[in-house]
């Protein structure tokens, strides 16, 4: 090496391998997961309904929502934050970890379009 200086491989062609070699599942593979998602959901979501309603009716008023409700939101606003926080929003496999730490490639430029995906299905 001349000078000193490393030469750094081209963000593009290692986001192109890593694509290539981690192949995503096919469309009838998501569709199947949403499908089975949703019909599970359907029927959770009617029992629960159903078992909710008769017993909150009993036991929640509406003098006991507005004293406890505003509470009980903030507190679910903070388990939101704090679990934003702890899962974030860009996930690397161990093995990723290993290669991209040591690989002399720009970091930003790695995770930049993650970030941008994971930012805009935030919103």
């Known amino acids: 090496m001349a000078g000193g200086s490393v030469a750094r491989p081209d963000v593009l062609a290692i986001q192109r391998w890593l694509a290539a070699a981690h192949r995503s599942p096919s469309l009838r593979q998501r569709l199947y997961t949403v499908y089975a998602a949703v019909l ?22 509406a003098a006991a929502v507005a004293r406890w409700g505003p509470s009980v939101a903030l507190l679910a606003l903070l388990g939101a934050a704090y679990w ?36 805009l299905l935030g919103f």
């Open 40 to 61: 599970v959901l359907a029927i959770g979501g009617a029992v629960v309904y159903g078992t909710a309603s008769r017993a909150l009716a009993q036991v929640v008023s």
């Open 84 to 119: 934003g926080t702890v899962q974030g929003p860009v996930v690397f496999s161990t093995a990723d970890l290993a290669h991209l730490l040591g690989a002399p490639l720009s970091r930003a430029a790695l995770v930049a379009r993650p970030l941008r995906r994971a930012f």
